[in-house]
């Protein structure tokens, strides 16, 4: 107790536990948006409405009394559902017993999984550019994030240069695809080709697969569906990505039992357990597979569209094999660097972007900003029309 009357309250504050981590460029952009605005096709959300039968179906499990603490690992019939889907797409059969885990949104599965395995100086490879929650959680694990880049210009993995990150001390290497932010989608080669490279090593792979619907150009290929990654990977799916509501943050986790059980372990004195009116209304929605077979056809089209929008203006499409994300090359329209490329076309032009260079550990530039195209035609007319005239 603090007897000394000159000593008012005080705030202890500790070292941060995150020095590096300020305010994320989704937020500044979308704050930018609202004050300016802008169309805003930086952050990746959709700006249309989900299916209302998915609004019905959890307002029916509300009304039903589902509304007490679900099972810490999730609704049973919510894992029995997503057993079932990932055996009918990628031919693997998860417990719904022991390896699958229903978590608040992928985040948490990828934090949970990286608390779970990373003891304090292991380290943990991820590919740059990368998700920008992947650094903070290994160093919230006690981790050492090794930053191994894409292949510069076409975002491939470089097996090369991931063989020669490997150490003794590494835990575990996060992959990604289809890819936020290149919206690049791996190749079963390129699966095959991990699979084989870390076959002699214990390295754990999270895999994270949020936007495993939106492969358009091939299907997408998942870690489960190859025995020598299943067998060491937690992957990772996200409801709110594929069925269009991001604000429900609820996703899932499958991984073998071993891992699972150290998993859980964690995710019980986090999270305990998921809101549960939604894990029912998600299964219940969910016997129907049609939307989310659906949903590559759906971004599809999107991406024709803003892609024919774009093919006219002095922006230079990248490919765009997956995600609802479009990547472009700015060389042609400014000189500006892409952060402030951002800042001048959200000020003059009214549309948000955002920067590559948010998802480098070194804020590595190349000229190339992304567009989320997971609008409304309305909304991606409004912004075609204004980048049109760069
Ligand atoms: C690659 C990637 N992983 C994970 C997430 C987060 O998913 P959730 O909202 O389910 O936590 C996102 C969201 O943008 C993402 O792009």
């Known amino acids: 107790m603090n007897s000394d009357p000159d000593l008012g309250p005080r705030t202890p504050v500790p070292p941060s536990r995150l020095p590096a981590v300020g305010t994320t460029i989704f937020t500044v952009m979308s704050a930018l948006a609202a004050e300016t605005g802008a169309v805003n096709l930086g952050q990746g959300f959709p700006d249309f409405a989900c299916d209302p039968s998915l609004l019905d179906a959890v307002a029916g499990a509300m009304r039903a009394g589902a509304n007490q603490y679900a099972p810490m690992a999730g609704a049973v019939v919510l894992r029995e559902v997503m057993a079932a889907k990932i055996e009918a797409g990628y031919g693997r059969r998860y417990d719904p017993g022991s390896e699958i885990t229903i978590t608040a949104g992928a985040t948490q599965a990828i934090l949970t999984a990286l608390l779970a395995v990373v003891h304090a100086g292991d380290e943990v490879i991820v590919l740059d550019p990368c998700y920008d929650s992947y650094v903070p959680g290994i160093a919230l694990a ?41 919206a690049t989608v791996w190749t079963r080669d390129e699966m095959l080709q991990l699979q084989a490279l870390l076959a002699p090593t214990d390295v754990v792979v999270i895999s994270d697969e949020v936007y495993e619907h939106m492969a358009f150009d091939q299907p997408h290929h998942s870690a489960s569906g190859f025995d020598g990654l299943a067998a060491r990977s937690f992957v990772v799916s996200s409801f709110g990505k594929t069925l269009h509501v991001t604000g429900w943050k609820i996703g899932s986790v499958v991984a073998p039992a071993a891992l699972m059980a150290e998993f859980r372990k964690v995710h019980q004195f986090n999270v305990f357990s998921v809101n549960t009116p939604m894990q029912h209304g998600l299964a219940e929605y969910l016997r129907d597979p049609a939307p989310y077979l659906n949903l590559p056809a759906f971004y599809r089209a999107k991406r024709e569209l803003f892609r024919a929008g774009l093919a006219g203006s002095r922006l230079r499409l990248l490919p765009c094999e997956g995600t609802y994300f479009q990547c472009v090359d700015i060389s042609d329209v400014s000189d500006l660097g892409e ?52």
């Open 142 to 182: 006690g981790g050492v994030a090794v930053r191994v880049p894409l292949v510069p210009g076409s975002f491939r993995p470089d097996f090369g240069r991931i063989a020669a990150a490997l150490t003794p001390r590494t835990r575990a290497l996060i992959v990604n695809s289809p890819h936020n932010p290149s």
């Open 339 to 390: 952060a402030d490329f951002c800042q001048w076309l959200a000020r003059r032009h009214g549309v948000a972007a955002i920067p590559l260079s948010a998802f480098y550990g070194d804020g590595f530039d190349q000229r190339v900003v992304r567009f989320c195209f997971a609008k409304e035609t309305a909304t991606l007319e409004a912004a075609l029309e204004r980048l049109q005239r760069l």
